[in-house]
């Protein structure tokens, strides 16, 4: 065979590092990923967001997105007729029921596709994160008013992408950092029998995570009072941005841990 013949067949050839590639990138996606320092680190990058979210949409909107617990005592009160001006009734029934909305939608198929699969994480933060930049999309097209049919678009916009990220980060089974709420943090912390040990980790998850939601409380109200309200948006868009990136940096459980998660379970 002449050697012009032989490299016109060799180039027709697949490459044989191509299809191996493709399935190690696979692989990589539908890899469980572990209960470690980074996931920790992640999730209370998303309290600090949460805090920043929703010291922004009360201001404007009267409700919040994520504390449903203010959210339902709200909701009770109106419906026995003691509604003022305090808070806006329609925005907090947008609210609740979005926020419960995306914790079904985003939890079922979480159960579905895998919650701790990489893939299923990056695609979730991604949708929730796509829903804050619709909200500030929003917010920019149209006047802020409290009540109205741009509000409610904002108010559902946050409030599902809310549910969807305590659905997330609850079947991450980090209990300690919830990303929402605090009430039961700082219970569990004053309660934890091991609450003046110097080696905690649980305490120091907790402690942690009521650290950053309260900060991002403190940068959202303040961003929203020193800048606008589009600002607070935007930082808690960027912060979700952030974790989505370190998803791509969690290692993945070996099968030695795989073995022991099935026997505690």
Same mark, same amino acid.
């Given at each position: 065979?002449? $050697? %012009? %013949?032989? *490299? ?13 590639? !493709? ?46 617990? &203010?959210? =339902?005592?709200?909701? +009770? ?36 596709? &895998?919650?701790? !699969?990489? /893939? ?10 796509? *829903?804050?930049?619709?909200? /500030? ?12 049919? @741009?509000?409610? @678009? ?15 980060? $609850?079947? *991450?089974?980090?209990? %300690? ?5 605090? =009430?039961? @943090? ?16 649980? !305490? ?23 800048? &606008? ?7 808690? +868009?960027? &912060? ?7 998803? *791509? ?7 030695? %841990? ?8």
């Amino acid at each position: 065979m002449r $050697r %012009e %013949e032989y *490299l016109d067949m060799a180039s027709t050839l697949p490459s044989p590092n191509a299809p191996q590639n !493709r399935s190690h990138l696979w692989d990589f996606f539908m890899e469980d990923i572990r209960e470690d320092l980074l996931l920790e680190c992640e999730l209370l990058l998303l309290s600090f967001a949460t805090g920043i979210q929703d010291a922004a949409a009360w201001p404007d909107y009267t409700c919040f997105a994520s504390n449903q617990t &203010g959210n =339902t005592l709200f909701l +009770a009160i109106g419906v026995a007729g003691l509604t003022n001006n305090a808070y806006s009734f329609p925005n907090i029934g947008v609210s609740l029921s979005l926020f419960v909305a995306g914790g079904l939608v985003m939890g079922q198929l979480g159960n579905y596709v &895998g919650v701790r !699969r990489r /893939l299923w994480l990056l695609i979730s933060n991604l949708i929730q994160t796509t *829903l804050v930049f619709c909200a /500030l999309i929003i917010q920019y097209s149209w006047p802020i008013r409290r009540d109205g049919p @741009a509000a409610m @678009a904002v108010i559902a916009c946050l409030a599902f992408s809310g549910g969807a990220q305590v659905a997330m980060s $609850r079947s *991450l089974k980090m209990t %300690e950092i919830t990303t929402a709420m605090a =009430t039961a @943090a700082f219970i569990d912390v004053v309660v934890d029998p091991k609450l003046g040990k110097l080696r905690n980790r649980l !305490r120091n998850r907790r402690v942690m995570f009521l650290v950053m939601l309260t900060a991002g409380c403190f940068v959202g109200a303040f961003a929203q009072r020193e800048v &606008g309200s589009h600002f607070p948006l935007l930082l808690c +868009a960027i &912060g979700k941005v952030m974790v989505s990136g370190a998803f *791509l940096f969690n290692r993945p459980i070996v099968k030695e %841990e795989e073995e022991e998660e099935d026997v505690k379970a």
